[in-house]
């Protein structure tokens, strides 16, 4: 039998549903929220709010889109197919991760169906499973995104263990820092990858912080950035941007592929992987690609509506955790910061 799960993703500023069946996709809803763009980050109860707004909508359309429904209303019947709820439980936003928490369990009651909590950084792993090219286990992967930065080891869907990360900040934190510095509106990640492709990389030079082991660090890269531009003029930053973009981005790739590298060097594995917002950099997606051919690799890069937050990571997470009767309680609560388990 078939075994449909009905994800919710809701630990930022996206809300987002989906639908797997046997583990393929057959919807990925996301609903963004234009209104932080003014405050230039995220502002959570604001982002609370909107969730609450968007949450009834997203789910609707993505179990429509899954069943092909196009009536304006949803058959009851068709919510008895669905096996399991599954939803992102840590970590994030506290009052996001509460709007979908709580859709969620209440959702389970009601259709007397089981209750799967995800972890949102695990989801990022797993979302490497969805595309048909997927790697086999072990395998490595770089997570990246606005608040962590890690290397796991996959040893299966279950079984990841975090060899290495960030101990101060992490690298989407540099992008976004680095563009509100450069005066970028919100959200700057993107910007300084649109604006790296018209640059030198070379051009400046930033401090690489030399951390042992596999652990990364940005607070250093981040306040070398900071003292170089307030030694420079308005017009030099304006008339610099695209090379300043470049050097930055440069910079944060190569800290992250340097390590990369060593972590394939001590386990011997060499299928390598990447995943969270910041994969969807064009430098990060390129370099990598350019080292797997130079070392033999196995490369494998997400599509880009796998990389930043979305449902689908949850729903492919949650199909292993089914076939593993791994279910939660409805007691249980969200966390803002939980630490990665395997």
Known sequence: MAITILAIES??????????????????????QAVHEKYGGVVPELASRAHMQNIVPVVDQAIKDAFNIGSEKLPPAILEKIDAIAFTQAPGLIGCLLVGAQFAKSLALSLNKPLIAVHHMQAHVLANLIPENRPSFPFLCL????????????????DLEVIGQTIDDAAGEAFDKTAKLLGLPYPGGPLIDKYAALGNPLKFKFAEPQIPELNFSFSGLKTSVLYFLQKQSPEFIQANQ?????SVQYTIVQILLKKIKKAVQQTGVNQVCIAGGVSANSGLRNGLTEMGE???????????EYCTDNA???????????????????????SARAEFER
Not at 242 to 246: G, I, K, T, V, Y
Not at 316 to 333: E, M, P, S, V, W
């Open 11 to 32: 630990s930022c500023d996206e809300t987002a549903a989906a639908i797997s069946v046997d583990g393929k996709i057959m919807s990925n809803i996301i609903a963004g």
């Open 143 to 158: 997570t990246v995104s606005g608040g962590h930065t890690q290397i796991v080891l996959a040893k299966s869907p279950l």
């Open 242 to 246: 695209n090379d300043l973009c470049a």
């Open 294 to 304: 130079k070392h033999g690799w196995k490369t494998f890069i997400p599509a880009f």
């Open 312 to 334: 689908a990571m949850i729903a492919i997470t949650a199909h292993y955790k089914y076939l593993a009767a791994d279910f939660a309680q409805l007691d249980i609560n969200p």
